[in-house]
């Protein structure tokens, strides 16, 4: 959707139905800019943007130094503006408070601006051309898909947020210039999850979610219909509320330095954040900073309960994960029950008397993880009938057995519990690719380090590589005539930066879940390499995908998904026994890649397989089960897949097939114990085909 100019009117902020929450959090940070952003959570099709460019149009527009391209005041000016020091008087013009979007695939000098080297080479001048920290300047900056950001960019941007200004420094040049602005980030969960130290960055985190209630449904569609027929008139029809909330937005932030934030609260907030286990202060100022500024939304002068509750319900949810696994969430009872503790403490300090040496101990305030990670807990594993003793370092919580009722011949029943998951050693796609940034395989990028200079190409003069151009265009200077100071430089001259950074891969796992991985242990050990590697790849934002092959036949488990706390779920519904047909598990996963490469054609696939070698199910009956696996290993080889096999065989006799598979697929072969980064002697045993 383009913001398309004046003329089609914005879908008005009042007219929206619902999303109470959402409508509020961006009312607050428009009274109260440093509670520092709104993060919005929710699937596609909730109108998350819709709302959120309809705030624009709320803010007040400013006076502006004319011609300022950084958005000075007049009365106030950035004495560092890039545009000059503007004199005491200097006109001025009103000027709009703009939506400015953030693209996903925007470039640190869109963000940031960037020097005109052209301008500055050829002219003698230095031009400083502004991005869009500099445009988002007393306005908002909207990022939609925030998590798909890169991480660079991420920081970038609630760096400038917390400071209200932006800081150039790059190519022996440093300025800076004012960029205060209202940050609203929204993302679908679904498509992958922000990194928890960048999630807490953020102000204030609301889910939205369409109605359930089919009477509020029916009047978002009414209204939705009304404004596609009309826009001009429904916006007409809707000016005079816009216009009385943008009024009181002003009034709030003329409110804001006389609120009162009373002790009492101020315990109170104290006592929240530290039954909630939040890290560090960060979370009891926004909180604080929130419950002042709806204190002044509503006209009220001091901070009362209320105040600290609706703040809290906005400023916790994203605090409280205690694993990038957990879904951020803070439903109201929770809440209510956190405020009946926190009010034991929220009055004055109490005396000696009555201290409570306990902290609140509700269900909110859960323990830390045990380091086992998100299936720690519960009793240990009984004894099974797979014969091996149950492992004793882990724990399992599981579900009571539910023998033979899954998909596929043989007997099956739950995965145990995975083995403790350890810091995964990095395994990545030989070559260079182009995929979307990430923190796994070498891969041309626009942000990582310059690897070299290469002729100009149109599109890139913001990213000059400076010596080599200088170098290109010296050697001309007498034939051009240079007689001044100033380089004479020709287009021709320009070179530009190859940089390489690391991108994400699509990192499938095809794991053998049957009988012969079954001893439990075993299969506790596989599946908590899987685990392992998955958080790996949560940090190096890979997309996942999961093909298990057990029984009769290879599942896709998990379709490749940039979700990897949906894998970690379905990782606990595996189940195993049964015969394995080794061969299905890896032509299935052959479809599933050639599916992927239309679908997101730069991002390579690395296919993880677990298997200790052995096939006893063969694609079709009469087949030798081994022939059909090798020969399925040699199709992926042909199709180019890089392969790491994970050979899981254990036990005093090894008949190392899964060695021989790899040698098929052109693969190395590392053990579970190889998979750990703290590993230091496992050294991956090429056995690359000759
Ligand atoms: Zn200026």
New binding site residues.
Partial sequence: MSLGGSARPLFPFSAVVGHEDLRLALLLTAVHPVIGGVLVRGEKGTAKSTVVRALAALLPSRRT?LD?????DPAD??PD????Q?PPEAPSEPRRSRLIELPVGATEDRLNGSLDLERALSEGVRAYQPGLLAAAHRGVLYVDEVNLLHDHLVDLLLDAAAMGRAHVERDGVSLS??ASFLLVGTMNPEEGELRPQLLDRFGLTVQVAAARDVDLRVEVIRRRLAFEAAPAEFAAGWRAADAELAARILAARERLGTVLLPDTELRRIAALCAAFEVDGMRADLVTARTAVAHAAWRGARDVTEEDVRVAARLALPHRRRRDPFDEPELDDKALDEALNQAAEQAGPPPDTDRQDPDRPDTDMSDPPDPPDGPDGGGPPDGPDGGGAPPPTDQNSAQPPLDRGSAAGDGPSRPAPAPAQPFRARLLTVPGVGEGAPGRRSRARTEQGRVVRAALDNPHRVADLHLPATVLAAAPHQRARGRTGPGLRLLRDDLRHAVREGREGNLVLFVVDASGSMAARRRMAAVSGAVLSLLRDAYQRRDKVGLVTFRGAGAELLLPPTSSVPTAVARLRRLRTGGRTPLADGLLRARRVLAAERLRDPKRRPLLVLLTDGRATVPTRAGNHPMADALRAAALLAGDGVATVVVDCESGPVRLGLAAQLAAVAGAPVVTVAELSAEQVTGVVRAARAA
């Fill in positions: 130094v300022c391209r950084f958005g000075c000016p950035d503006c890039p545009d000059g503007h210039h004012a």
